[in-house]
Nanobody, 129 residues
Framework: QLQLVESGGGLVEPGGSLRLSCAAS????????IGWFRQAPGKEREGVSC????????NYADSVKGRFTISSDNAKNTVYLQMNSLKPEDTAVYYC??????????????????????WGQGTQVTVFS
């Protein structure tokens, strides 16, 4: 059974850092593109970052560029989202999602949630002042 489990969320002051983890079981992440999304109270879910199955391509929402970094560790079957210089507006439930990479498309990742087939349960990030 394919499963994604997020962890690493918590409470942090503005300017602080957190590292989110997305651990996969039941399938090798090296064959899947991974996206991170977030949903704040009363708002729609939005894309934050994504990484291709090869790890060679990444993308970031404008709101997090320069502050967040996505990376993957195939040995641990885990994708990370390092979040620095956190702001109150980063407060949200963060989700990771996966989609199988078709042959020849290991350089592609996706910003839109409808592209993804598998989702984790989410982890809460709260940035308070």
């Amino acid at each position: 059974q394919l499963q994604l489990v997020e962890s690493g969320g918590g409470l942090v002051e503005p300017g602080g850092s957190l590292r989110l983890s997305c651990a996969a079981s039941g399938f090798p992440l090296e064959h899947y593109a991974i996206g991170w999304f977030r949903q704040a109270p009363g708002k729609e879910r939005e894309g934050v970052s994504c990484i291709s199955s090869s790890g060679g391509s990444t993308n970031y929402a404008d709101s997090v560029k320069g502050r967040f970094t996505i990376s993957s560790d195939n040995a641990k079957n885990t994708v990370y989202l390092q979040m620095n210089s956190l702001k109150p507006e980063d407060t949200a439930v963060y989700y990771c999602a996966a989609v199988f990479s078709l042959p020849g498309r290991d350089y592609v990742c996706y910003d839109a949630e409808h592209e993804y087939d598998y989702w984790g349960q989410g982890t809460q990030v709260t940035v308070f002042s």
